[in-house]
Structure formats: C-alpha cells, structure tokens
C-alpha cells in the first residue's frame, strides 16, 4: 500500500508538472497576440528557449539552493520511490521558469535574446531559488523566526509572491533598464499606440494559462493525501472576480478582460487553500482592478512601456495575493486560520525587496557589460527579423 501511495503521488504531481508546462504556450500565445507582428516569432521563441535554459539552470544550482538536493547520483538511486523526487523537481521546475517567461513580457519588442537567456539563467538558478528555499523549505531559519515572532509563519500555497511577485518584480527592474520602445512616448508628451497584433492569439494565451494554473493550484498539494477541493473552487472564484471586474473598470476592452482572470488567479494562490471561496471571489475582483487601473497608470500616465503589464498582473496582484492571504485567511473572515497578517506583510516585502536587488544585480551587470537592448534598426526592423531571420508572415516578404 506505501508502494502504492508513493507512485500514486508520483503521478498526481507529474500531472500537475504537465499542466502547469502547458502554461508555458499560455506565456508565448498571450505574448504573441499582445506584441506587434514584426515580434510574434521572437516571442514564441524566446519562452521556449527560457525554458530550456531554466531546466539547466534549476537542474545543476536553483533546486539545490533552494532545497539542497544535488542529482549528482546514479540513475538507480534517482529512480527510487517511484522517481517521486526526480517529477517533484520537475514540477517546480516549471514554476521557476515561470520567472523568465513573465519577465519576457515586460521587456517585448526591445531586448536582446542572447543577453536575456543569459538573464534568465542567473535569476533562475541563483536569484529565484533564494527566496524559494526561505518560503518553501525554511531555510535560514527566517520561518521560524516569524512563527516565533507573529504566531504563523509565511504562507504561501501556490507563489503568489514566490513566482508572480518575485516575477513581477524582477521584470519592473529589466523593463526600466531597457527604457521604452522607440517612439512610444514623445518629448511632447504624446503617447503612441501599438496595439495588440491578434486579440484571438491573445485569448488563446489566456485561456491555456487559466486552464493550467489549476493545476499550477491544485497540484501545489504535491500528494493525493493532501488535494483540496477548496482550492480548486476559491481558484475558479477568484478567476471568475477578477474576470467581471476587469470587464467593468476596462470597459469591455478585450485586452483587459482577458487578463482579468489571469489577474485574480495570480492573486489567490497564496491563499487558495485557506480562504473562504466569497473570500477567493473579492480578493481576484480587487486584483482585477487592480490590475485595469495600475496598467493604466503605468504605461499613460508614469510612462513604463511594461509591454503586457507584467508588473501590475504579476508584481501587484502577486503582492496583494500574499497580504490578502493574511486578511482573508483569517477564521473571522470565514478563512481556515493559522495565518498571521504581519507574517504575510513581512514576507511578501521579502520577496519584493529580494526580487528587486536581483533583478538590478543581473540586469544592471548585464545592461553595464554586454547591452541588454536592440539596435535602433533593429527595433526598427522588429527582433523577427533582426534575431531569427524570419517573420511570422514571411509570404509578404516574397511577394506571393
């Protein structure tokens, strides 16, 4: 029966690995739908590519910072427990390479690929995995310290704040480094419109991210012993709250509305399986808003080119998914318990300030020493073009 259970378990996750890779096409296609033309080749490759360089670096540094497991081993003794060990590294593989595919959002259209591979393996395999291992594996003592201090330690079920914000943040950091696509603001205060080259490709991406992101919440359980239900209704609570508050406050923009959703799920992973689903439900309708207002904010008014608005989704609702854990978590509020608001503000300010210094740390070195930015004619060009050699319509450039 143990035998049984332990390879049980090992599916149960591997399934939840699977999903939550599937959201890695919801990162290209919502990506792709959102840039210009000229950039919807470099935006599928870039996420894979991400991907590929997450593996390695998660694989031979990130987990063991985070979690001290080295795979330096046999494949008989890896293989052991039904390779339990070996799919539970590769479902949180996925969630670190999440880092990179949020970020690429923010820096679309001006960034340079090889620099950013070369970014995306530094914060994957030393910058994330630091914040990972003080969350989710105690490390440093800093847990016990709040448990100790608060009552509760951080909680944090699904990354709220260990992905989305710490995401989130890091891609504020590249996006101001890089500065904004030529001609999007001018001297004289105009502010020039590139809008979504396929609103249906831009659906697309948000729909497989919300399909997948229950597993990306349900399977954080990471046993069949452990799997709630109540996560996966306060995940389709918050989904559905971000979703009708977005579409209010955006006016029924599509832009918007798409990434309501997307939005409220950010938001409730932290607390997805302590909350009340009316709870889920206010907390992705703040998100939703939240994320409606402070893009517009941004990209109109502070003028940040955050190309798909990746520090509002990710960095913002990431942060009031963490402190909304502590509020609405709370029995009084018809939560689980076991929270501590202060724990959670401490935390998720952890997370911010460790995303920030890394961020800058990778992407200021790589912005002093390489360059971390187009050419002016090869954002001109569009990075198709300028990087893969090819476009997404290449029957216009043959003249057929």
């Keep these: 029966m143990e035998e049984l259970k332990v390879g049980i378990d090992a599916l149960f996750i591997l399934l939840g690995a699977i999903m939550v890779l599937a959201m890695h096409a919801g990162f290209a296609f919502l990506e792709l739908g959102t840039v210009r033309k000229k950039n919807q080749v470099n935006a599928l490759v870039k996420i894979i590519s991400d991907l590929a360089v997450s593996t390695i670096a998660y694989f031979f540094i990130g987990y063991g910072i985070a979690y001290g497991v080295s795979f330096f081993a046999g494949a008989e003794e890896l293989a052991q427990r039904n390779g339990f060990d070996l799919v539970k590294f590769f479902f949180l593989m996925t969630f670190a390479a999440a880092i990179p595919a949020i970020v690429s959002g923010g820096i679309a259209e001006r960034a340079r690929f090889n620099p950013q591979l070369a970014a995306t393996f530094l914060l994957v395999g030393f ?74 490709f831009l659906a697309l991406g948000a729909w497989v991210l919300s399909v997948g992101w229950f597993g990306f919440n349900v399977m954080s359980a990471q046993s069949v012993s452990g799997l709630t239900g ?158 893969h050699k090819i476009s997404a319509t290449p029957e216009r450039e043959s003249g057929w």
């Design 127 to 200: 910058v994330y995995p630091f914040f990972e291992g003080i969350a989710w594996n105690g490390a440093y003592g800093i847990q016990e310290w709040l448990k100790t201090s608060f009552g509760a330690s951080f909680h944090d079920f699904a990354g709220s704040v260990v992905v989305h914000a710490v995401g989130g943040w890091i891609g504020l950091v590249a996006v101001l480094l890089l500065g904004a696509r030529r001609g999007r603001y001018s001297k004289e205060g105009r502010i020039a419109a590139h809008p979504p080259s396929s609103i249906p």
């Design 230 to 387: 109540l996560v996966a209704v306060n995940s389709l609570m918050a989904m559905v709250g971000g979703t009708l508050t977005a579409l209010w406050l955006g006016k029924n923009d599509p832009g918007f509305v798409h990434n309501g959703p997307l939005a409220g799920l950010v938001a409730v992973c932290a607390g997805s399986d302590l909350m009340h689903p009316i709870g889920a439900l206010v907390v992705g309708g703040v998100a939703g808003a939240l994320f409606v207002v402070m893009f517009t904010l941004t990209q109109n008014r502070w003028k940040i080119d955050d190309v798909l608005g990746v520090w509002p989704l990710h960095g913002l609702c990431g942060a009031w998914g963490g402190i909304a854990a502590g509020i609405f978590g709370m029995k009084a509020l018809g939560g689980m318990g076991g929270v501590s608001f202060m724990s959670q503000l401490i935390g998720t300010l952890m997370g911010i300030s460790i995303a920030l210094i890394g961020g800058f740390i990778v992407y200021g070195a790589l912005k002093q020493f390489v360059g971390i930015r187009l050419t002016q004619e090869e954002e001109f060009n569009g990075a198709d073009l300028s990087i």
